[in-house]
T-cell receptor
Framework: ETGVTQSPTHLIKTRGQQVTLRCSSQ?????VSWYQQALGQGPQFIFQ???????GRGNFPPRFSGLQFPNYSSELNVNALELDDSALYLC?????????FGPGTRLTVT | QKEVEQDPGPLSVPEGAIVSLNCTYS??????FMWYRQYSRKGPELLMY????GNKEDGRFTAQVDKSSKYISLFIRDSQPSDSATYLC??????????????FGQGTRLTINP
């Protein structure tokens, strides 16, 4: 176990709705990254937060946004959900270069 | 062309065999190379981490990086049924303000048959 936790485990939403996913970092880690993993694909980088500031973003639209809190936990928010947003959402925490992943939240958009 | 290419398999071998998993990449700025193992419906688990070129060994696992060829490998010796999983290669270049975006391969699904 990495010590990275995510909630909820599963989520079903309707197209157009908004969703918030949560991540608790491993103790001592001040950086959180979020990834989207479609079925049968490798994870795709969404963005990274370091000390409550976004410091890197992948090729995702602005309706994907995030927050990092003083205790280094994090949220991923997705507005105006689309069917293609159905995926496993992973967060990873790190202190140096190695990133440790949580179990993921499986989001289904209908 | 994808930045990281990985044969998705599936790959099926008998127990005890040596397994070789490979990735190629196109971005010469990549400096950090990782292998993750992902069981079904779980998050990726970090197996091996290598900086720049060279070999690294950890138990039954050996990671190799050849930056001149832009090619990385993971070898599994004495493979066990519990090694059955999807193996993901990942790599990164240090970005702005220390941001480190991992770029993953598609993953290779491996089955070890008893």
């Amino acid at each position: 176990e990495t010590g990275v936790t995510q909630s909820p485990t599963h989520l079903i939403k309707t197209r157009g709705q908004q969703v918030t996913l949560r991540c608790s970092s491993q103790s001592g880690h001040n950086t959180v990254s979020w990834y989207q993993q479609a079925l049968g694909q490798g994870p795709q980088f969404i963005f990274q937060y370091y000390r409550e500031e976004e410091n890197g973003r992948g090729n995702f639209p602005p309706r994907f946004s995030g927050l990092q809190f003083p205790n280094y936990s994090s949220e991923l928010n997705v507005n105006a959900l689309e069917l293609d947003d159905s995926a496993l959402y992973l967060c990873a925490s790190s202190a140096e270069y190695e990133q440790y992943f949580g179990p993921g939240t499986r989001l289904t958009v209908t | 062309q994808k930045e990281v290419e990985q044969d998705p398999g599936p790959l099926s071998v008998p127990e005890g065999a040596i397994v070789s998993l490979n990735c190629t990449y196109s971005n010469s700025a990549f400096q950090y190379f990782m292998w993750y193992r992902q069981y079904s419906r779980k998050g990726p688990e970090l197996l091996m981490y290598t900086y720049s070129s060279g070999n690294k060994e950890d138990g039954r696992f050996t990671a190799q990086v050849d930056k001149s060829s832009k090619y990385i490998s993971l070898f599994i010796r004495d493979s066990q049924p519990s090694d059955s999983a999807t193996y993901l290669c990942a790599m990164s270049a240090l970005g702005i303000q220390g941001a480190q975006k991992l770029v993953f391969g598609q993953g290779t699904r491996l089955t070890i048959n008893p």
